[in-house]
């Protein structure tokens, strides 16, 4: 009699004991599966973006990356835009000091907007010339390489032999392809974390550029001088018969470019007999060829031109050095709009617009320091250094 008592006890017993383990179970399912996300496909590790860059190839980046480099003409400038210059941690040989110590033939790190605004700069490592060096680059540790005025093929060996990620950027400018300097300036600011700085910066040079045209678009044409442009710096200075048919800051306020004829935009070299016969109302000269220039008007051909004889011949600051510096191009541009239209410019002060322009987007008001590297917004025959 007891055996059958005992019997449903027993059973009793194991069905609980049951029903407890398969409880456990149930609880440590999930767990197991949050401590395993590797066995989820849909996992995306947040510490990195994968992106297409310039050069439509894949990259793959860290997240808001705290170490970082800058090869090539621009890449530096469109860090430094995004206020992220204290993070990097090299620079090639144009942005240190001392590539250009004996004059002012070229660029070097001491004589470009950013860089006066952020001096520093121009003491990090070097890291090669304009297209790096993939061992040096490798030795500063960097996150993720900005290389501009490449090929995707470039980029990728550069990115294979450093073993860091490379991303392509294209610099642009500020006229046709502008769009194109704002997607490379959005991409690096998405990779920084700088989304909104960039925003900012974009709007700020619509509205300036919208500003310049607002102030010059209903001028007759018969109220136009008729300008020349020269002494046009690109890879370095050049001569009086240098010249830009689009030059940018005269493009912002509807100048009449005499140029214009001869081609649509970028540095060229044009004959003397053209400029004699252009015969311009006023000439502006890039300050980066002030002795070439200098020396080239010492041609007594070029006494004849009306400019000349007027003395409305007046120095500009060089904005195509290393690639287009953005700012620059505005600056000049007030200071072009109040040389040529002194009624629509009134309430211009093209220093004290320079120093506006230079503080929202490098960060510093360095007008004077541009004064003094290369002369500044004078008269060209005031120029001396």
Known sequence: ????????????????????????????????????????????????????????????????????????AGALRMIA?????????????????????????????????YNLA??????????????????????????VVFYTFTTGKDAQTLQEKSGRPVVALTTGDLGRNKEVFYQSLKLMAKILGKDERAETVTTYIDATIKDLNDRTKNIPADKRPRVYVGGIAYNGAHGFLSTDPGYSPLLMVNGNNVAASVGTNGQMMIDKEKLL?????????????????????????????????TGRVYGVMP???????????????????????PDQ???????????????MLDGKAVY?????????FVPFSTLVK
């Open 277 to 309: 016969e252009w015969n311009p109302d006023v000439i502006f000269v890039d300050e980066a060829s002030y002795a070439l220039v200098t020396e080239d008007l010492n041609d007594p051909v070029y006494q004849s031109l009306t400019a000349v004889k």
């Open 345 to 359: 410019f009134a309430d211009v002060d093209p220093a004290q617009k320079a120093d506006e322009i230079y503080l």
């Open 1 to 72: 009699m007891k055996n059958i008592m005992i019997t449903p006890l027993i059973i009793l017993a194991i069905l609980a004991l049951l029903l407890v383990s398969a409880g456990c179970t149930v609880q440590s399912t999930p767990q197991t599966t949050a401590i395993s996300p590797s066995k989820n496909p849909m996992q995306v590790d947040s510490g990195t973006i994968t992106l297409t860059d310039m050069a439509n190839r894949t990259v793959e980046v860290k997240n808001n990356p705290q170490r970082i480099i800058g090869v090539g």
């Open 368 to 376: 004077s320091d541009m004064k003094t590297l290369f002369g500044g």
């Open 118 to 143: 952020n001096p520093e700069l121009s003491t990090k490592p070097f890291i090669g010339g304009k297209t790096g060096d993939p061992e040096l680059i490798a030795a500063q540790n960097p996150d």
């Open 81 to 113: 835009y995004l206020q992220a210059a204290d993070r990097v941690v090299g620079v090639d040989d144009r942005e240190q000091k001392k590539y250009n110590t004996s004059g002012f033939g070229m660029p070097s790190g001491i004589d470009k907007p």
């Open 319 to 341: 904005y195509n050095w290393y690639a287009n510096n953005y700012d620059t191009v505005l600056a000049d541009a007030y200071y072009v709009g109040k040389t040529l239209y």
